[in-house]
């Protein structure tokens, strides 16, 4: 087996025991403080996910949103980037709408990525150049709708800052109607879907995106940072994805924008 | 059969004509303008609900988001406020999260309420003083969750005004984070179950929220508009809907804030 369908299998796997595990919990003792339940969960997927990927392929490297790979500097062979629960504070409070989040790269270049909604069972994956799939269907290839017929996603807390406000304003009241939802690697997945049509965070981590940009970049979508540069594998970013008419809109409003700027590299420790 | 019963035959007999109606027309010209259809199948829906009512009902009267009822000026007998469709932008976009909305009144007094996400096939419904359900399962009643703890919801567009951005910023700020649905309806519909602690609206109309008011209130859930006073049957209001601990931590916010008061009054041609 390859590595795409291993992780196809893996990812379901590490769903099935964070559906079983929070089924459990939650019914056994309902007095449990759910912020420990979650890290507890959290941090046995990772476990279990490193520990299966090494099984099966010793010299593959992982680097994990709970900590795995904080010492990895370079790119080199075969790297698996994984977020167990993407959307900690949904499986916290809603008990859905999270999901397990994977990117695997080969040498620094996009192999696979991989989002399981285990709640639903909804499987996104794509093979890079092999086109994107929700379990067993296809998804359609991007369409360039203009950001004034679009629904966009954001996360509304980030953008209190005053040296944040007047772009994103300026890209919500263009847009037809804003969401949130919570999690980066579900908004990917609605992207995927054409459910949305774009996305904007001022702060995520490579565990956060990377199997969200194999999988729509797959089906033509853009992602980069509020600057149009490519996405890191080993730091943070800001992170703007959309079909490529709107991801340029989007883009525009932030190009001149130097207190933008100034707070986007503070925050990134650029 | 009671008022109840059929209320909730109905919704869910309204809830399937969408789901055909929607897969049809998808399915068989996927060209057509999906703006187009949503009108479609609003009004056919508001119709399909108006005419049965009425045949059942004859002196029963019915407001409706489109169009019926425009004439009503008191709330004698029994009045049916109803919203086909319940977040229209998602049912364009998503082709899901969307919901049929229904409150019942007696002489102006809550008699039963009803929510259908006919797409999830969960049935919300809550007869006055007879507790809460989602499908044949009672919802919990609403636990004192603060704010610093709480998911909240809002709709971020309508908060780039000048006006009311202070005061919801502060709370935004005080939350554990924030969400938009698109759906009031099925935003009442999450506090009902405990996924999110509060919703914030600066306006919507009765058909938007009295289905949702009804079966949230079964539950030990306060709505109010922004000053704290009672939700009108007959007009527009601003709408803070949460357990009572975060409600009062909200409305505080509203409360001396003169700029705000004056958008809200106007905003509502009060």
Redesign the interface.
Known sequence: MDIYNFGKELIVEAGKFIETRMTHEFQVDSKSNPNDLVTDVDKETEQLLYTRILERFPDHRIIGEEGHGEDINDTKGVIWIVDPIDGT??FV???ENFAISIGVFIDGEPYCGLIYDCMKRDLYHAKYRNGAFVNEQALKPAENIPLNQS?IA????RI?SDATRSPF?EI??K????????SAALEFA?LAK???SALMFLKLYPWDYTGGVIITGELGYKTTDIYGDELPLLSSASVISGNPKIHGEIIEHFKDDKTLHEFHDAFHDL
């Open positions: 504070l949904n409070h809603q008990g629904l954001i996360n509304p807390k209190l304003f919500m009241a847009s037809r109607s804003v969401r949130s939802y919570g609605m054409g459910q949305i």
